[in-house]
């Protein structure tokens, strides 16, 4: 079965600073993998994701994520961070069905002054 | 409106009351979901409706049950709930192609059980 492990429940980072935040999938299949983030009071928002072709991925907002099949990977970074980009993040994998997100346990992201 | 909206946004109910949740979506797509996000959990597909038509269901207890009326609405109807199930319940909608659609997610109903 597909999954996603997000390592670091919380993760804070100074405004201007690199984010980086991790997942690490498991598939028995070729993955597509996605990036959502949740600001506080809404739904989610979909970032980037990966289904075939170019493994580095843009998405909005300058983040972007690689997808790296030998360390299982698909890492989120922004070069500089901005105080609106603390929210909740969250990585996803398509599951068996075709239908299903499995998503991690989100990562919380907080940007200090 | 546009996008996926829910109402409402908030909702409190006992034990014993019967509640409906509501979803519309504004895309055109042909499927819909239900989701739970509860705290320090990952979010919990419910229901899959594709086409109009339950296409999964991941072992939800029968307290709650979806209905999709037309490719547009999507409700969940409650009924002796329990406190445990207190969560954020999210609607999302894709145009199903399949595996790599994107699914739009609407901003949920934050309930609370009494």
């Known amino acids: 079965a597909q999954s996603v492990t997000q390592l670091g429940s919380h993760v804070s980072v100074s405004e201007g600073a690199l984010v980086l935040l991790r997942c690490n999938y498991s598939?028995?299949?070729?993955?597509?993998l996605f990036w959502y983030v949740q600001y506080p009071n809404q739904g989610l928002q979909l970032l980037l994701k990966y289904t075939t072709g170019a493994t580095l991925v843009k998405g909005i907002n300058g983040f972007e994520a690689e997808f790296k099949k030998s360390e299982t990977s698909f890492h989120l970074t922004k070069p500089s961070a901005h105080m609106s980009d603390a929210a909740e993040y969250f990585c996803?994998?398509?599951?068996?069905?075709?239908?299903?997100?499995?998503f991690g346990k989100g990562t919380s992201l907080l940007v200090t002054p | 409106e546009t996008g996926v909206t829910q109402t409402p946004r908030h909702l409190v109910m006992g034990m014993t009351n019967k509640k409906s949740l509501k979803c519309e979506q504004h895309?055109?797509?042909?499927?819909m979901y239900w989701y739970k996000q509860s705290a320090k959990k990952p979010l919990e597909l419910m229901f899959v409706?594709?086409?109009?038509?339950?296409?999964e269901n991941n072992s939800v207890p029968s307290r709650f049950s979806p209905e999709c009326p037309n490719s547009s609405h999507l409700f969940l109807h409650l009924h002796t709930l329990q406190p445990e199930d207190s969560a954020l319940y999210l609607c999302?909608?894709?145009?199903?192609?399949?595996?790599?659609?994107?699914?739009?997610f609407g901003p949920g109903t934050r309930l609370t059980v009494l």
């Open positions: 895309l055109g797509h042909n499927a």
């Open positions: 598939s028995s299949v070729p993955p597509y």
């Open positions: 999302a909608s894709s145009q199903a192609q399949g595996y790599t659609d994107t699914q739009y």
């Open positions: 409706y594709s086409l109009e038509e339950r296409v």
């Open positions: 996803a994998v398509r599951g068996n069905s075709g239908y299903a997100l499995n």
